[in-house]
């Protein structure tokens, strides 16, 4: 069991590599034009660009904190978690609300600034039980904080699936590409959905 559980962290770790690059490509020429998102230059584009990178940095960071290996040295393990949440979650999380509620839309910024608070609320929640060295409910919370992290993986998984599951009533292959806008926002809100409903559930199955 504990064998699977590790090379389980290590596949998410190299999906999250994988889809981390993905995700930070077009911002690395910190280019306006380059951004998936149609946005203004100037403010805009660099609260986008800061949640993009610091975002990166949770998403690698985060499996790490899952390894055996690692959790055993305590030291690497506080290390590698404050650096997680200081540099990744926190200002991911504080760029994320900005970002969501300028871009106009109702889903948008509902979809992303429920998930953004949770990650900062959940990730309080995994310091302060570690503070109090109870152990159980840190890892239970910081669970919950990657399941919110991974969402940069799941809701590209899921928009693709959404636009695929418009085939079978009619709507033609060709025209999927411009159905992709509309389905961004309803696939962010699903995958961190989805995802805090399997933490729940591997959190209960540990107990």
Same mark, same amino acid.
């Given at each position: 069991?504990?064998?699977?559980?590790?090379?389980?962290?290590?596949?998410?770790?190299?999906?999250?590599?994988? *889809?981390?690059?993905?995700?930070?490509?077009?911002?690395?020429?910190?280019?306006?034009? !380059? /951004?998936? &998102?149609?946005?203004?230059?100037?403010?805009? *584009?660099? &609260?986008?660009?800061?949640?993009?990178?610091?975002?990166?940095?949770?998403?690698?960071?985060? %499996?790490? #904190? *899952?390894?055996?290996?690692?959790?055993?040295?305590?030291?690497?393990?506080?290390?590698?978690? @404050?650096?997680?949440? =200081?540099?990744?979650?926190?200002? $991911?999380? =504080?760029?994320?609300?900005?970002?969501?509620?300028? $871009?106009?839309?109702?889903?948008? #910024?509902?979809?992303?600034?429920?998930?953004?608070?949770?990650?900062?609320?959940?990730?309080?929640?995994?310091?302060?039980?570690? !503070? @109090?060295?109870?152990?159980?409910?840190?890892?239970?919370?910081?669970?919950?904080?990657?399941?919110?992290? *991974?969402?940069?993986?799941? $809701?590209?998984?899921?928009? %693709?699936?959404?636009?695929?599951? #418009?085939?079978?009533?009619?709507?033609?292959?060709? /025209?999927?590409?411009?159905? !992709?806008? $509309?389905?961004?926002?309803?696939?962010?809100?699903?995958?961190?959905?989805?995802?805090?409903?399997?933490?729940?559930?591997?959190?209960?199955?540990?107990?």
């Amino acid at each position: 069991m504990g064998h699977r559980r590790t090379r389980t962290v290590w596949v998410m770790l190299a999906t999250a590599l994988v *889809f981390g690059a993905v995700l930070v490509t077009p911002y690395t020429s910190l280019d306006p034009g !380059a /951004s998936r &998102l149609a946005v203004p230059g100037g403010p805009y *584009f660099a &609260l986008l660009a800061t949640h993009v990178f610091t975002a990166l940095v949770a998403l690698v960071l985060g %499996p790490l #904190q *899952f390894v055996p290996a690692v959790r055993a040295r305590r030291r690497v393990h506080r290390v590698i978690g @404050r650096c997680y949440l =200081l540099a990744g979650v926190l200002p $991911s999380a =504080l760029a994320a609300v900005p970002v969501a509620l300028l $871009s106009g839309r109702l889903v948008t #910024q509902v979809g992303l600034t429920v998930p953004a608070v949770l990650w900062l609320v959940t990730g309080w929640l995994a310091y302060r039980a570690a !503070a @109090r060295r109870d152990f159980v409910r840190h890892r239970e919370w910081m669970m919950r904080n990657y399941a919110l992290t *991974f969402l940069a993986v799941t $809701s590209r998984i899921v928009v %693709p699936l959404l636009l695929v599951s #418009q085939l079978p009533f009619g709507v033609p292959a060709g /025209s999927l590409g411009t159905l !992709a806008p $509309s389905m961004i926002p309803v696939g962010q809100v699903l995958g961190w959905v989805i995802n805090l409903i399997v933490a729940e559930i591997l959190i209960r199955r540990g107990r």
